[in-house]
């Protein structure tokens, strides 16, 4: 089942983006993910304020394969990188539906 990392990141230093951004991805690819989006056009439609520079949402084919990318020994430096120049928040989500009603969604909690 398709499992989503969603990345929201506030950078406070950037010098860590050129080299992740051009490695990252091909980390992510090894593990069978994608990225859906990788953007800095971030609209709040509802609540406070979104403080992200950036939102990314990555599809893997299960939790395994997301987690092995979390997990890679190749990630850590970057994760460290992105982690010493940012407010992160990394969620990670399957592809279910909590209240079983939309027909082409796994039923779900």
């Given at each position: 089942?398709?499992?989503?990392?969603?990345?929201?990141?506030?950078?406070?230093?950037?010098?860590?983006?050129?080299?992740?951004?051009?490695?990252?991805?091909?980390?992510?690819?090894?593990?069978?993910?994608?990225?859906?989006?990788?953007?800095?056009?971030?609209?709040?439609?509802?609540?406070?304020?979104?403080?992200?520079?950036?939102?990314?949402?990555?599809?893997?084919?299960?939790?395994?394969?997301?987690?092995?990318?979390?997990?890679?020994?190749?990630?850590?430096?970057?994760?460290?990188?992105?982690?010493?120049?940012?407010?992160?928040?990394?969620?990670?989500?399957?592809a279910t539906d909590v209240a079983g009603t939309i027909p082409y969604l796994t039923a779900g909690?």
């Amino acid at each position: 089942m398709a499992n989503y990392l969603i990345a929201q990141v506030k950078v406070n230093d950037d010098s860590w983006i050129p080299e992740y951004a051009e490695k990252v991805h091909e980390i992510v690819h090894r593990h069978g993910g994608k990225y859906l989006s990788r953007s800095a056009n971030i609209t709040t439609l509802e609540g406070a304020e979104s403080t992200a520079s950036l939102v990314a949402i990555i599809e893997f084919p299960s939790a395994d394969d997301l987690n092995a990318f979390v997990a890679d020994p190749d990630y850590a430096p970057f994760a460290k990188a992105r982690q010493d120049g940012t407010d992160s928040h990394f969620i990670a989500i399957d592809a279910t539906d909590v209240a079983g009603t939309i027909p082409y969604l796994t039923a779900g909690g």
